[in-house]
């Protein structure tokens, strides 16, 4: 059978999303699928085996009562050599004599499995006969021990010994020869490579290319045209330092780096699965705690202690008060609640909740341990020392908030954002205003039943003083309620007497007034009513979790040993314990997974983060697989670099900024992209880094580079998230309107449909997570940058802006090149667009050319600048940064 997740090459790239389709296939088809490789089995065939022929059917049909957890008559099947031992009765085979059995005689006679279960179809009792009548044979002279036959939970020291498992070193800085090059240690990395093949850093960079690049890379925003001046009238020395410095003190670095992290973190405002794709309206809050923890600088391990376990890092249900600490904190976990959840009210079912749980895990799997612990959901991992148990001990660490058996559907699932005494103070609040609101209503009901009365006593005075009191219950009945008695007696003795609240009204002014008065007070009450909003994080349901169990072949319906939380188990040192600390209404143990994720003998976290900050700065990760370091990834390019920054970025306290800091005053970042043949015979795919890689935009750069080339950017930040429309063509675009204008990362991101310009241009849609983005050339991203209406509409803008900046066409093709490339014209074309400029409007005047008015000589003139502002977009000096 094959493996219905192993698509290797895929698993790592996002946008080739069909792997989480055959998930569940997967699952469903586990099983039975052995008993039904046995039955097509030629049965006549030579000996066969224990493992292979006889514990499919054993492991389908009996383990439930004779192994895993309960042994019926003390009777284990999990091994020939407890078979052999038998239950109670005594031997359950005599190898050779099926007829002497009690295991075949009982299965043949139909006592086993019980009653209730189905009987074992003929082909498998031929199986188990003709097993023990061939003489029982298993596969190996021994058979592996009880104890490790549910999960291989054992690791070997060997396993240990891989690099990528092993805490990094910090090596020394190797000495170079082309010192004068060396900016950063990482620059002595790179060189004593590149020397070793006689090669060296290209040239610096000229001052506009580096400044459009470090833009860009940090702020995913191009410099203004002063920002530009600035630099460049900036003699001193340190003065690109000083720009990083500010550039990384931008709010803009948040903005653009938080993004990089909510691909890793799988971040989406929908719930994902089919048409439904359902909003997650509080969702934002996550994304936004995101941005201020980058641009705050907050140390990585706060980061992912807040994240992992911001809900047990205090005891804020017991706390006077929510501080803002608090309330950040609990928003943090957001993060693990990402993955796409398909449970609503009335529809829990077991697979879909075990599948947030599965989402949830390789997100953490590749966000922190660079590894594919997903692979070990169904069988234990194939290529790395990763057991089922190791996984199921690593789920169980979630099982006080993810419980399928007390499962919370994705809307009901909430924070709220307040303690619990906060939360008694505003319900015995909000309990009084309602109280409140009732005796207000009560009155309006006593004043108008008041009046009621008086009015129709008023009009019913003329009526016989016996019949008053049933001509008034008729008038007060609807007319099709009334009895025929009743309409004859309102026919003779109230025609025309309507006693509803207008009438009354009308009658009363006083009345009126007072009800006005009564309404606009509920209207007051109403208002003052608290909300608490509920956040869409994640805590702990109480500190008694569910027994966890490995689940054999990710099947929850066979449920085998139970585990106890841990971290997987190659990936801690020999004498590390898991022990987490339970707290009020809280098991401590994510809190303790956050605290072994940050810990110094941690081997993956640092190195796994640091490749990714470099991935994105370079281009690729040190690592190439950004998301599998284990024995199925790359072997790293750089590895005593990788773990220099790893080490690097712990002595930095874990701050983000430092390292980025590090990264792009290097001369690697700093160097040309210039091609160079030589090198490039000597190191074909510049892995090396003899060379800057020039890098595509992303979509999300794209699009708010043209806003702010338009000078339309909205820079708004943080809150709800901007909607999309579906226009009649299929385009889903943003409105052109401030809201619509503002950065794309605080457009909605939804699992069914994204922006057409950044689906073109590789934003992902999140099916789990995305490490690493795919970047392909295809024909659509050509097709989208001419078409687009909205490109159409910033290209005009932004011919507006160029023709406001000067009255002189040379002087305004000079603004337009500075801002679209950060960059002068060259002469060749400063001639091809003014002959352009000239040859357009001349066309577009014709025979007027003399006698046009000002105003048609402008429309001409901005309809040709219209044209070369949308062809300066759809050049490829627009699309990349070098
Ligand atoms: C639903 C639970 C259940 C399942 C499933 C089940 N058994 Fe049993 N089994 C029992 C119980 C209870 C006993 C003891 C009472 C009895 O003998 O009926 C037992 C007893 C036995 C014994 C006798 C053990 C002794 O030493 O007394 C054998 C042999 C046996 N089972 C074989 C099987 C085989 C083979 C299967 C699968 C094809 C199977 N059982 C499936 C519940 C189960
Ligand atoms: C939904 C359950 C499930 C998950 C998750 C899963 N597998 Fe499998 N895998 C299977 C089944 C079933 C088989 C076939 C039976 C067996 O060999 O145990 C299999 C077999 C394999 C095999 C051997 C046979 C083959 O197809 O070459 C490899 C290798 C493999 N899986 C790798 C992986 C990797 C890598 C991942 C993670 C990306 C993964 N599996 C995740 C269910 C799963």
Known sequence: MKCPLFRRPA???????FLAAFAWDGVATLADEKPQTVAAAPVGATALNFEDDVVPILQARCFKCHGDETRKASLDLRRKFTILKGGDGGPA???????????????????????????????????????????????????????????????????????????????????????????????????????????????DANPRTLLRRVYFDLTGLPPTAGQIDAFLADNRPGAYERLVDGLLASPQYGERWARHWLDVAGYADSDGYLEADRLRPEAWRYRDYVIRALNNDKPYDQFIREQVAGDELSDWRRAEELTPEMAEQLIATGFLRTASDPTYGG??????????????????????????????????????????????????????????????????????????????????????????????????????????????????????????DKVKAAVLLAADKRSDEQKQLVTAHAAGVVADDASLFNHFPELKAEIDKLKGAVAAETALVRNIVQLRSLADMDDKPSAAHVLRRGDFNNKGKTVEAAVPAV???????????????????????????????????????????????????????????????????????????????VAQHWSQKAMHRLMVTSTAYRQSSGH??????????????????????????????????????????????VPVTRQADGSVITADDAPGSRRSI?????????????????????????????????????????????????????????????????????????????REPGAAERK???????????LQLADK??????????????????????????TNEFLYVD
């Open 11 to 17: 698993a790592s790239i996002c946008g080739l999303t």
């Open 93 to 203: 085979i005599v190898p050779g004599k099926p007829e002497e059995s009690p295991l075949y005689e009982m299965i043949q006679k139909r006592e086993m499995p019980p009653k209730e279960e189905d009987p074992l179809d003929k082909t498998q009792i031929e199986v188990l006969r003709r097993w023990i009548a061939a003489g029982a044979q298993t596969k190996g002279a021994v058979e592996p021990p009880l104890e490790v036959a549910d999960a291989e939970e054992t690791v070997n020291p060997e396993d240990r010994k891989f690099w990528a498992f092993l805490p990094p070193v910090r090596p020394t800085v190797p000495a170079v020869k082309a010192a004068d090059r060396v900016r950063t240690p990482i620059d002595a990395f790179l060189l004593a490579k590149l020397e070793e093949k006689g090669l060296g850093f290209n040239p």
């Open 347 to 468: 529809y829990r079912d077991k697979p879909e909740c075990y599948k947030v749980m599965a989402d949830t895990m390789q997100i953490i799997g590749s966000a922190f341990l660079g590894l594919t612990v997903q692979c070990a959901r169904c069988h234990s991992h194939k290529s790395e020392p990763i057991s089922q148990r190791d996984y199921y001990q690593m789920n169980a660490i979630f099982l006080a908030s993810y419980d399928p058996d007390r499962w919370v559907v994705s809307l009901e699932r909430a924070v709220p954002l307040a303690t619990e005494g906060q939360q008694a103070k505003i319900a015995a609040y909000n309990a009084a205003v309602t109280a409140r609101i009732a005796t207000l209503n009560a009155e309006q009901t006593e004043w108008i039943n008041r009046h009621r009365d008086k009015f129709l006593n008023e009009k019913l005075a003329a009526v016989p003083a016996d019949l008053r």
């Open 571 to 649: 990936l801690a040192p020999a004498d590390y314990k898991f022990q987490p600390q339970p707290g009020y209404k809280s098991t401590g143990r994510r809190k303790a997974f956050a605290e072994w994720l940050v810990d110094s003998r941690q081997p993956t976290t640092a190195r796994v983060h640091m490749n990714r900050l470099w991935a994105h700065h370079f281009g690729r990760g040190i690592m190439e697989t950004v998301d599998d370091f284990g024995h199925t990834g790359k072997f790293p390019s750089h590895p005593e670099l990788l773990d220099w920054l790893a080490t690097e970025f």
């Open 676 to 721: 160079d043949a030589a090198k490039a015979a000597v190191d074909p795919e510049n892995l090396l880094l003899w060379a800057k890689r020039p890098q595509r935009h992303a979509g999300e750069v794209l699009r708010d580079s043209m806003l702010a080339l338009a000078g339309k950017l909205n820079p708004q930040m943080f809150g709800p998230p």
């Open 746 to 822: 605080y457009v909605i991101v939804r699992r069914s449909e994204q922006l057409t310009l950044l689906e073109a241009f590789d934003t992902p849609r999140m099916e789990i997570n995305c490490p690493r983005r795919t970047e392909a050339i295809v024909a659509t991203q050509a097709l989208t940058m001419m078409n687009s209406p909205f490109i159409d509409v910033q290209a005009r803008i932004f011919a507006d802006r160029i023709l406001q900046a000067s009255a002189d066409n040379q002087a305004r093709i000079d603004f337009a090149c500075n801002q679209a490339f950060t």
């Open 832 to 842: 091809s667009i003014g002959d352009f400029l000239e040859s357009f409007v001349k």
């Open 849 to 874: 050319l003399a006698t046009a008015t000002p105003d048609e000589r402008r429309a001409a003139e901005q309809a040709a600048w219209a044209h070369v502002a949308q062809t300066l977009l759809n």
